[in-house]
């Protein structure tokens, strides 16, 4: 055990990082990079940018301009999915 004592003994994870805080005990260099690693990764989280209205928006002029590019593979592409096909 080192002075940043952690309860669980997990240093190097984000549940040692939330036992530090929850002891009140410092936090050490790995939990911190877990942690880092940890939020980084839950804000680009794809669901997120599935509401983020900007990328929507950008989502869609991608798509009509795919469409203006590639006109006959669109128009196939379209034609199946109104049939319902998905493969
Ligand atoms: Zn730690």
């Known amino acids: 055990m080192t002075d940043t ?3 669980t003994g997990k240093c190097g994870t984000n549940a040692g990082y ?3 805080r929850h002891a009140g ?12 690693a940890y939020t980084t990764a839950w804000r680009l989280r794809p669901e997120v940018g599935a ?3 900007r990328r929507q928006k950008a989502r869609r002029r991608a798509l009509a ?7 006959q593979r669109f128009s196939e592409l ?5 049939r319902g096909a998905s493969e």
Do not use: I, Q, V, W
């Open 5 to 7: 004592a952690n309860p």
């Open 18 to 20: 939330e036992a530090h």
């Open 25 to 36: 005990t410092p936090t050490c260099g790995p939990c911190r990079a877990a942690h880092s």
């Open 51 to 53: 509401h983020d209205h």
């Open 65 to 71: 301009r795919l469409g203006r590019e590639y006109p």
């Open 78 to 82: 379209l034609a199946d999915e109104l």
